[in-house]
C-alpha cells in the first residue's frame, strides 16, 4: 500500500477540502491511503471521517513567518519519524513550498504542488506567498492543477496534470421533496432565493454580493439571500448589511454539513469572486440544478450548463442584480442525466486519475532507484 501525505491548512468542510474527501471515499483504499498533515492546532471537521477511513491526521505549526524555524525543525522530525512517505501531495498553492520544502531536505522522492486558484490573497503574507510562487517549482517535481489557468499561474512554462474537482454527484441532484423540505425548515414559502457558498473572505467578493443583492431588493423585496460560510471577514459583511437595512433578507447559516440539500432550496447562486481556480460550489450548484451567476474572474472551464453565465466585475451591481433577477423567470432545474453520466466532474469518472497518478509516480520512482 502507498500512504501519501496530503497537506493542507485544515481539514474543515470547503472547497478543495471537500474535494479532497470526494477523492478519498472512492478510491481504492486497498492499494492507496491518505494522511492529511495540517496546519493548525485544532481538530477540523473531517478528522473523524479521516480516521474511520483509515488515515492519519497530523498537526504541524501554523504556517506565520514567526513559526518558521519552529516549522521546519517540526517537520525535519516528523520526516525522520515517518520514512514511509515516499509521496507528499501539498494543496495550499504558493505557500505548498514551505512543506514541499522539508520534504526535500528530508529526501522524499515525489513532491506533488497542486495549484487551487488563479491568484492570491492580498493577506498578510501576501509579498511572502509572491515570493513562494516564484521559488515553488525549486522544492516540487511534479505539478498539478484543477484547472488550465490555475496551472499557468502557480507553474508557467512547467506540464502538469489536471485533477478534475469532482463531487458526489447523487448527493447534490435536484429534488422537489428535498426542496421542499429544506425551505420549510428555513421558513421559505414563495421568496425568490439567492445563495452563495464559500468563506467570508476577501477572494469570494462579498461586499460586491451584498451591494448586488440590495439592488435586486430593491426590484423584487421578496427575495432572501443565503450565505452559506464563515470566515474573518464576517463582522464587515454583517455591518454592510445592516447599513443597507437588510438584516431581515440576508441570513448567516455558517458551517454547514447539509450544503447539499442548502442548494435544493436555492434558486440561483450567485459568486462574484476576485479569483477562483475551478469552484468546487460552482460545479454542486450546477449539478444541483441551479442556474449560475459567476464573475468574469471565475474560469470557464467551470461551466458546463447553459444556465450559467459569467458578468464582468467591472459592470455595476444594478446590472448585476438584473442578470440575477432575469434567472427568476426564465430557468428550469436542469438534471441532464445523460451529461452527469459523462462529466469528469463526477467523481464516479474520476477517482482513478488520481490513484493512478500516484501508482505511475511510485513505479517511476521504483525504476530510479
Known sequence: MIRVLQCVNDMHRAGLETMLMNYYRNIDRTKIQFDFLTHRP?????????????????????????????????????????????????????????????????????????????????????????????????????????????????????????????????????????????????GLTSEFVVGHVGRLSYQKNHELLIRIFSELHKKDVNTILLLIGVGEKEDEIREQVHELNLDE??????????????????????????????????VEAQFAGLPCVFSDKVPVEVKFTENSEFVSLEKKPEDWADVVLDKKVNSDRIRDLNFISKSIYNIKNSCNILDEYYMRLQIKNNQSV
Open 249 to 282: 433578507c440576508v441570513r448567516f447559516l455558517g458551517n454547514r454539513d447539509d450544503v447539499n440539500e442548502l442548494y435544493q432550496a436555492m434558486d440561483v447562486f450567485v459568486m462574484p469572486s476576485l479569483f477562483e481556480g475551478i469552484p468546487v460550489v460552482g
Open 42 to 186: 485544532d481538530k477540523s471537521d473531517y478528522d473523524d471521517e479521516i480516521l474511520s477511513l483509515g488515515g492519519k491526521v497530523y498537526y504541524a505549526p501554523r504556517l506565520y513567518p514567526q513559526n518558521y524555524p519552529a516549522y521546519f525543525k517540526y517537520m525535519k522530525k516528523f520526516f525522520a519519524e515517518h520514512p514511509e512517505y515516499q509521496i507528499v501531495h501539498s494543496h495550499i498553492d504558493s505557500m505548498s513550498y514551505l512543506p514541499l520544502l522539508a520534504a526535500k531536505k528530508a529526501g522524499v522522492p515525489i513532491r506533488i504542488a497542486h495549484s487551487h486558484n488563479t491568484s492570491i490573497d492580498k493577506d498578510f503574507k501576501y509579498i511572502l506567498k509572491q515570493y513562494f510562487r516564484k521559488k515553488i517549482t525549486k522544492a516540487a517535481n511534479y505539478y498539478c492543477a484543477c484547472g488550465q489557468e490555475a496551472g499557468e499561474f502557480l507553474f508557467p512554462g512547467k506540464e502538469f496534470k489536471f485533477i478534475p474537482n469532482a463531487i458526489e454527484v447523487d448527493k447534490f441532484l435536484y429534488n422537489e421533496e428535498v426542496r421542499d423540505r429544506k425551505r420549510k425548515d428555513l
